[in-house]
């Protein structure tokens, strides 16, 4: 997404969600989460992902490449990938996805997009939700790509259905999405955006069970990871891993990490400021 937004983007905005009020004039009050403003929202981000090609590559592309990567680095040891290929399966869309909507949505608000979009008709609720629906649509293509990649040609060997994992992988990067936004509020800048990346992201993925079982850690770091909703997206990735049918288990852990995205996205929404000071 550009950096400064264009007169045609101004105007998309408008048209999108009504006439600005008059200079000086604060926008109509609006509380409730409307679909068709929200829709509209999404249209607008959509365009200008469109234009923004490096964005799109990153998004969709980069994922399927680390899984790519990762199949040959354990070339010799094709078990060792069907062992932790599923959990990345989910853990590289909610990466990904989580650097460019946060730093999308700063570019927004530094570049005063979004501070025209608040004093329209449009309330923060509305601006969240379209945001969500626009990067959702394309955490879907994502998902997709990923996880057909990694079943049909690196050979991934699940016992689950593939649509139990491609559901799990959605729902990391529909979280990833939802961080994003979250965090874009504190950060002043994209630097500040990318910095908050380890304070997010890193603890979840050394404390989600990938890289030694949850209940072999230090109790206080074991309860830490039953809070962190990286742990159930790996544990419901190992639950398809593992098991031919649903079980109850992974029903929890898809729960759970669905349940953490919409509270993500509701936090996101009460914290989301018009501009950086």
Not at 67 to 78: A, E, K, M, N, Q
Not at 132 to 159: C, H, R
Request: glycine content about 8%; charged content about 15%.
């Amino acid at each position: 997404m550009n950096a400064h937004p264009s007169p045609a983007t101004t105007t998309e905005a408008t048209s999108a969600t009504g006439p600005a009020p008059a200079p000086g004039t604060p926008g109509p009050s609006r509380t409730a989460l409307s679909l068709s403003r929200a829709l509209a929202t999404a249209a607008r981000v959509l365009r200008q992902l469109r234009h923004d090609p490096r964005s799109i590559a990153l998004m969709l592309l980069v994922p399927c490449v680390m899984l790519f990567l990762l199949r040959f680095v354990f070339d010799g040891s094709p078990r060792t990938f069907d062992s932790i290929g599923a959990s990345l399966l989910g853990i590289f869309p909610l990466i990904t996805m989580f650097l460019v909507t946060s730093i999308a949505t700063l570019r927004e608000r530094t570049s005063g997009t979004l501070e025209r979009l608040l004093a329209m008709p449009l309330a923060k609720g509305d601006l969240i939700a379209g945001y969500a629906l626009a990067f959702g649509l394309l955490a879907v293509i994502q998902s997709a790509l990923a996880t057909g990649l990694a079943l049909w040609f690196l050979g991934l060997d699940v016992v689950g259905s593939a649509w139990l994992l491609l559901l799990v992988a959605l729902l990391d990067a529909l979280l990833g999405t939802a961080l994003g936004l979250f965090v874009s509020a504190f950060a002043a800048s994209e630097f500040q955006a990318v910095q908050f990346m380890p304070a997010v992201i890193f603890p979840q993925l050394l404390l989600c069970g990938l890289f030694a079982p949850r209940d072999t850690m230090q109790p206080v770091l074991e309860g830490i990871s039953n809070v962190l909703p990286m742990s159930y997206a790996v544990d419901g990735m190992n639950e398809v891993l593992r098991h031919t049918d649903m079980t109850a288990d992974f029903v929890r852990d898809a729960a759970v990490v669905g349940a953490c995205a919409l509270l993500v996205l509701a936090l996101g929404a009460a914290t989301l400021r018009r501009r950086t000071a």
